[in-house]
């Protein structure tokens, strides 16, 4: 990626999280299982008002596809309500 098309995501997932954060939508990584491990391994779980729904997929915590994953849903939400 050229220089301006990752200022340009980062603006996107950046209004994103404000306008998912303003309406309540929220996605955050959860324990998958944490029994004696010092950074255990997560799934992703959304918010949306008072549902919660917890994705089947595992993470390592130390894996860049966590965070990834969750702009993506935060801009799948954005794009949904703002198209």
Do not use: F
């Amino acid at each position: 990626m050229r220089r301006k098309e990752v200022e340009d995501y980062d603006e996107r997932v950046i209004k994103a999280l404000k306008y998912c954060w303003d309406k309540g939508i929220y996605a955050y990584p959860i324990v998958n299982d944490g029994r004696g491990k010092r950074c255990p391994d997560v799934k992703i779980q959304m918010r949306i008002g008072n549902k919660k729904v917890t994705g089947e997929i595992v993470y390592s915590q130390k894996d860049d596809r966590l965070y990834k994953k969750i702009n993506e849903l935060y801009l799948h939400h954005y794009d949904k309500r703002n198209d």
